[in-house]
C-alpha cells in the first residue's frame, strides 16, 4: 500500500508539471502589457515599468520565467502579485468560500443523489421512477447559469414574498452561516446531483440482477438485507468514482455559481487576474485545483480497495 | 497499477436472473460470423428500439427543427437583428405581445428574433466542437491503443493533464489568449479541453478487441492493421462514441453558452443565447421574460440532443432491458 | 456433528397426511414477458420428491429445468416471469399462495439452492465467513461471534482445510472447487428439509466435479433431505439419483427411475441423449448427436416440441400434443414411475 501511494504520488509529478507549464504558457501569451494593465487609463511610466519587468523578470525568456515560477512553486511559495502581494494570501482570501461551497455542494449530491437513485432503482418502471427520469434529465439539460436564477426567484424571492419564509438568503453573506451557502451548493450542485442519480440508478438495477443478489435472496434474507448489504455494496463502487472525480470540477465549475450569488471565491479571483494579466495567480489558483483534482482521484483508488477487497495494490 | 486477481471480471457480465435464451441457440459458434450477427442484431434491435421510443423521436425532431432553424433563420422571422435599426430604444423592455411574441430586451430589440438568430452559433459550436473532439481524440486513441508501449504511455499522460485543467477556468484562460469571440474560436476552446473523453473511449475499444479471438484469427490469417482497424476495431467503437457524441453536443451547447454568459465567449455583435442571459441578467426581476425565453431555448436545445444520445444508449445497452 | 434446533418462527406446516410426498410441483406454468413476446418456459410440470430423494431433473438449457427450480424457491424474476398456473405443494402448503413474508422464511430454512457459479454467486465483497454466518444471525439471531463460529464448522463439515484461518477470506481467494464447498455449505446451513441444486458441478474441472457430487450425496444422505437435481449431464446423474424427469421445450418428457432410463428409455428425446454419451465400447465410431436446436420458447412447434428433430416424427406428432402416458410392460403390467410424452412410446421402449 505505501509502495503504491508513493508511485501514484510520483506519476501525479509531471501531470502537475504539465499542467502548470500549459496554465503559464497560456498566461504568458494573454495579449497585452500587464505592467500597461496594472497603470490602467493612463501611460505607465518607463522607469517604474522597467524597474517592475526587472524585479518580476518579465524580460526574461519564457522557459526562464517558467522555471523560476516552478522551483518557487515547489518550495511552496505561490509568488507576487505585481502590486507586491503575496499570491498565496489571495488565494488564501477567496479559496475558502469555493471550498464551503463545493463541499456543501458535494454533501447535497452524494445525499440527495443517492437516495434519489436507488427510489428509482427499487421502484423501476413506476411513477417514482419516472419522475426521477425526468426531472433529472431536465436538471442536466438546464444550464447552471438559468437554473441559478430560477432557484434565486422561487426559493430566494417568492418562498419570502407569498410564503414569508426567508431561510434561503438571495445574496450571499458570510454571516448567515452554513445557511448562505444553501442556495448556492444546490444550485452548483444541481447537474452533477442529476447524474450521481442516473448512475445510482443504473448501477444498483445492474447489481440487483447480479447472481450474489439471487444467492441473497434465496437464503431467505429480508428485501432490506439483500438490496442495502449485497447489492448496494457493489453498486456504490461506480459512484464512488464519480464523486471523487466530482469533487474536483464542483470548485472548477464554481465561478458561475460565485458570479450569480456574489461570492467572491476562486472563480471572480481569476477573472479579475486574467483581465491584469497577473499570470503568477491564474497559475496559482488553477495548480490549487489541479492538485485537488489529483488527491481526490487518489483517495478515490484507496477507496477502491476498501470497498472492493478483490482489487490489490502492488 | 490497480489490478484484479483472479476471474473478476465475471461479474460484470451480469446474467439475466431468470429469463432464459429466448433464441434457442445452444453454444455459440465462435469467431467472426457469430460476432458479425450478433452485432448486427444489436443494431437492428437498436433501430426497432429507437422507432417505438417517444424520448428518441421528440429529441430528432427537435435537433432536426433546431438544424433548420440555424441553417435558415429567416424562415422563422421576417426581421434579421442585424438589420440597422433593428432595435429601438423606445421598445426596451416591452412585455410580449401577439406582435413581438417574445417582448423586447433592454436594447429594445426584439427578442424573438434573436432568440431564433442565435440558434446558429449553439449549433455550430456544437456540432463543430464535437466534430473535433471525434477526429483528434479518436485519432490518438487508436494510436495508443494500437502501438501501445511507449506512446501509450506519454499520450495517456498528456490526457491527464487536460483532464486535470477544469473546463471552464481553462477555457477563460485559452479564450482571453485567443482574444476573437465567436462561434469558431469557442468550438476550437472546448475541443482542445474537451478531446481526452473520446481518446478514452477510443483506446480502451482498442484494447478490449485487439486481443479477442477473432482479431487474433483475423490477423494470423494476414490481414494488416488498416484492415483489423477499419472492419473490428472501428465497429465495435463507434456505438460509445456515437451515444457520448450526442451527449457531449448538448453539453458543448451548454458550455459556449456558459462562457459566454461569462463575458468570454461569443462577443457582441455575436448573437448567443448565453449573453442573452448575461444581458438579461441585470434587470430579470424586473422583465423575467427576456431572460427567459433564452433560457428556455437553451435548455430545449441542450435536452434534445441528451434526449437522443440518452435514447440511443438505452437501445445498444441489451443489459438495461 | 451440530445439531439445530428448529426454533419456532419457521410458519408451521398445515399438518400434512402420511404419504404426503416433501415437495410436489402440479401442472406448472412460467412465462416471461418479453419485448419480443411470450416466451413460454414452463408448460405443465409435474413432479415430486420425498425426504431422502434424489430427482434428477435434466434437459437442455432452455428446456424450462432450472425456471421450474427458480419457481420452487421464490427467487423468478417477477415481472418479467409470470406464473399463471400451478402449484408447487411444499409439505403440504402451497407455496405460491403463501404471503411474501411466510415463505421467505422458508427460503434458506426449509428449501436452500445451490447455485451452478459459485463465483457470480458468492457476494465477492463480503467475507465467507459473514456470507455463512449470515444465515445464522439473520434466521437464528444469532450474535456475530456465534455467527463465525457456526460459519468455521460449515466449512469443516464440507472438508474446507484450515477453516479457522480461512473464514476471513473472501470468495476470489479460494478455488473453484472450494467455492462450490462453500455453497454447498452455505445451502446446508439450516438443516433444510429439501436441497435444490442448479448444476452444480458444470463450472468445476472434471477432476473436482465427482468430490463435490460424493459430498453432496454424503450429506444428503446423513441429513435424510430431499434432493433436486438438476443438470445436463447425464453421467452425474447415474450414481447420485433415485429418479430422473427428463424435461423438453418447458415439458416433462419422461420419467423413470434411474436405472431403468438407461437400460429402456422411451422416450426419442431420451434415446438421442444417452446415444450422444461417449462410450468406450464404442471407440472409433462417430459420436451420435441430435439434430438440430432446441425450440425457440417465443414460437415452440405445434404438436410434440420435439418433432422437428424427431427421426421418428410422424403426422400425429406435428398436430397433437402428446400426454404423458403411463408407460407398461409388453404385457400391460404396470411399469412404477414410468411415463412418457411420447405418441409411440410403445415402439421405443419394445420396439
Excluded at chain 1, 479559496?95 to 447535497?108: D, G, Q, R
Excluded at chain 3, 418479467?80 to 400451478?86: A, L, R, V
Aim: include cysteine; charge should be positive.
Amino acid at each position: 500500500m505505501g509502495r503504491y501511494l508513493i508511485r501514484r504520488l510520483i506519476q501525479a509529478i509531471p501531470v502537475l508539471i504539465g499542467a502548470t507549464f500549459l496554465i503559464y504558457w497560456l498566461s504568458f501569451k494573454l495579449p497585452g502589457d500587464p505592467i500597461q494593465a496594472l497603470a490602467g487609463e493612463k501611460k505607465a511610466d518607463p522607469l517604474v515599468a522597467a524597474m517592475l519587468r526587472e524585479k518580476y523578470h518579465l524580460n526574461d525568456s519564457f522557459l526562464s520565467q517558467y522555471w523560476n515560477y516552478i522551483s518557487n512553486l515547489f518550495q511552496g511559495n505561490f509568488g507576487e502579485t505585481l502590486t507586491g502581494r503575496s499570491v498565496w494570501d489571495k488565494i488564501t482570501e477567496a479559496f475558502p468560500y469555493t471550498m464551503n461551497l463545493a463541499i456543501v455542494a458535494f454533501l447535497i449530491e452524494a445525499v440527495v443523489g443517492v437516495l434519489a437513485g436507488i427510489m428509482a432503482a427499487l421502484r423501476r418502471g413506476k411513477f417514482l421512477d419516472q419522475l426521477v427520469l425526468l426531472s433529472t434529465l431536465l436538471v442536466i439539460s438546464i444550464p447552471v447559469f438559468v437554473s441559478g436564477f430560477i432557484l434565486q426567484l422561487t426559493l430566494g424571492v417568492q418562498l419570502k414574498n407569498s410564503w414569508g419564509i426567508d431561510f434561503f438568503p438571495v445574496s450571499f453573506n458570510e454571516n448567515d452561516g452554513i445557511r448562505a451557502y444553501l442556495l448556492p451548493a444546490l444550485v452548483l450542485a444541481s447537474t452533477s446531483l442529476a447524474y450521481v442519480a442516473r448512475l445510482t440508478r443504473t448501477s444498483l438495477m445492474e447489481t440487483m440482477r447480479a447472481d450474489y443478489v439471487r444467492t441473497a435472496t434465496a437464503k431467505g434474507l429480508p428485501r432490506r438485507r439483500v438490496v442495502g448489504r449485497h447489492a448496494l455494496r457493489n453498486a456504490l463502487i461506480p459512484i464512488v468514482t464519480f464523486l471523487g472525480a466530482d469533487l474536483g470540477s464542483l470548485m472548477g465549475g464554481a465561478v458561475i455559481t460565485e458570479k450569480i450569488f456574489n461570492i467572491h471565491g476562486i472563480g471572480g479571483l481569476l477573472a479579475e487576474s486574467v483581465y491584469r494579466k497577473e499570470g503568477t495567480v491564474i497559475v496559482g489558483v488553477v495548480s490549487l485545483l489541479i492538485i485537488v483534482y489529483l488527491v481526490a482521484n487518489l483517495i478515490v483508488d484507496l477507496l477502491y480497495a476498501v470497498l472492493d477487497p478483490r482489487i490489490r495494490y502492488a | 497499477m490497480r489490478e484484479t486477481t483472479t476471474v473478476g471480471d465475471e461479474l460484470t457480465d451480469t446474467k439475466t436472473a431468470g429469463a432464459p435464451s429466448t433464441s434457442g441457440t445452444v453454444g455459440n459458434t465462435p469467431g467472426k460470423k457469430a460476432k458479425k450477427e450478433r452485432e448486427a442484431s444489436l443494431w437492428s434491435d437498436a433501430v426497432s428500439d429507437l422507432r417505438r421510443n417517444p424520448i428518441f423521436l421528440i429529441g430528432s425532431a427537435l435537433v432536426l427543427l433546431l438544424v433548420v432553424l440555424s441553417a435558415v433563420p429567416q424562415w422563422f422571422t421576417p426581421d434579421s437583428p442585424f438589420t440597422a435599426g433593428a432595435c429601438q430604444l423606445q421598445d426596451s423592455l416591452k412585455k410580449p405581445s401577439a406582435d413581438h411574441w417574445f417582448g423586447f430586451d433592454v436594447q429594445g430589440c426584439d427578442v424573438y428574433t434573436r432568440t431564433v438568430w442565435a440558434a446558429r452559433n449553439s449549433i455550430i459550436v456544437g456540432i463543430v466542437t464535437t466534430a473535433l473532439v471525434i477526429v483528434v481524440g479518436g485519432a490518438l486513441g487508436l494510436l495508443a491503443g494500437w502501438v501501445g508501449g511507449l506512446v501509450d504511455s506519454l499520450l495517456s499522460r498528456f490526457t491527464e493533464i487536460f483532464f486535470a485543467i477544469p473546463l471552464l477556468l481553462g477555457g477563460m484562460l485559452i479564450m482571453s489568449g485567443l482574444g476573437k469571440g465567436n462561434a469558431w474560436t469557442v468550438s476550437i476552446v472546448l475541443a482542445t479541453l474537451g478531446w481526452p473523453q473520446i481518446f478514452r473511449i477510443m483506446r480502451s475499444s482498442v484494447l478490449q478487441n485487439k486481443n479477442n479471438d477473432y482479431v487474433v484469427a483475423a490477423r494470423a490469417l494476414g490481414a494488416g492493421t488498416w484492415r483489423i482497424t477499419m472492419r473490428h476495431i472501428l465497429p465495435n467503437a463507434i456505438a460509445p462514441v456515437i451515444v457520448v457524441g450526442a451527449i457531449s453536443l448538448g453539453v458543448y451547447i451548454g458550455a459556449e453558452a456558459a462562457l459566454s454568459y461569462l463575458g468570454i465567449g461569443v462577443q457582441p455583435p455575436g448573437i448567443s443565447w448565453g449573453l442573452m442571459v448575461s444581458d438579461a441578467s441585470v434587470r430579470w426581476l424586473q422583465a423575467p421574460h427576456v431572460l427567459l425565453f433564452p433560457a428556455a431555448a437553451l435548455s430545449i436545445t441542450v435536452l434534445a440532443f441528451i434526449m437522443v444520445g440518452d435514447a440511443v444508449r438505452d437501445a445498444l445497452d441489451p443489459k438495461l432491458r | 456433528m451440530t445439531t439445530i434446533s428448529k426454533t419456532s418462527n419457521v410458519p408451521a406446516p398445515r399438518s400434512a397426511p402420511e404419504g404426503t410426498p416433501l415437495l410436489e410441483v402440479r401442472d406448472l406454468h412460467v412465462e416471461f414477458h418479453t419485448r419480443d413476446g411470450v416466451a413460454k418456459a414452463v408448460n405443465g410440470v409435474s413432479y415430486s420428491v420425498n425426504a431422502g430423494e434424489t430427482l434428477a431433473v435434466l434437459g437442455e438449457s432452455g428446456s424450462g429445468k432450472s425456471v421450474t427450480a427458480q419457481a420452487i424457491m421464490g427467487i423468478l424474476d417477477m415481472p418479467p416471469g409470470k406464473i399463471p398456473h400451478g402449484e408447487i405443494l411444499f409439505q403440504g402448503q402451497d407455496l405460491l399462495k403463501l404471503p411474501a413474508e411466510d415463505f421467505r422464511k422458508i427460503r434458506g430454512q426449509k428449501i436452500a439452492m445451490i447455485f451452478q457459479d459459485a463465483l457470480s454467486s458468492l457476494n465477492p465483497v463480503h467475507t465467507v465467513g459473514a456470507q455463512l454466518g449470515e444465515m445464522f444471525r439473520v434466521h437464528r439471531g444469532m450474535s456475530k461471534k456465534d455467527a463465525t463460529a457456526k460459519a468455521v464448522e460449515l466449512m469443516d463439515r464440507v472438508k474446507i482445510p484450515a477453516a479457522k484461518a480461512r473464514v476471513g477470506d473472501y470468495p476470489h481467494q479460494f478455488s473453484g472447487g472450494m467455492r462450490q464447498r462453500i455453497m454447498i455449505a452455505m445451502a446446508m446451513a439450516l438443516e433444510p428439509d429439501l436441497i435444490i441444486a442448479d448444476e452444480p458441478t458444470t463450472a468445476l474441472d472434471v477432476t473436482v466435479q465427482a468430490q463435490v457430487m460424493d459430498l453432496l450425496a454424503e450429506l444428503q444422505r446423513e441429513m435424510n433431505m430431499g434432493l433436486i437435481l438438476i443438470t445436463h449431464d447425464l453421467g452425474v446423474v447415474a450414481d447420485v439419483a433415485d429418479k430422473i424427469a427428463v424435461m423438453y421445450g418447458g415439458r416433462i418428457v419422461e420419467n423413470a427411475p434411474v436405472h431403468e432410463i438407461y437400460k429402456r428409455p422411451a422416450h426419442p428425446y431420451t434415446r438421442g441423449l444417452l446415444d450422444s454419451i461417449p462410450r468406450l465400447d464404442q471407440k472409433g465410431q462417430e459420436l451420435y448427436a441430435i439434430k438440430g436446436l432446441p425450440p425457440n420458447l417465443l414460437n415452440i412447434p405445434s404438436g410434440c416440441a420435439f418433432n422437428p428433430r424427431c427421426p421418428k416424427a410422424q403426422d400425429i406428432c406435428r398436430t397433437d400434443v402428446p400426454v404423458l402416458h403411463q408407460v407398461t410392460e409388453r404385457d400391460g403390467s404396470e411399469l412404477p414411475g414410468r411415463g412418457s410424452a411420447c405418441h409411440f412410446w410403445k415402439e421405443q421402449i419394445h420396439g
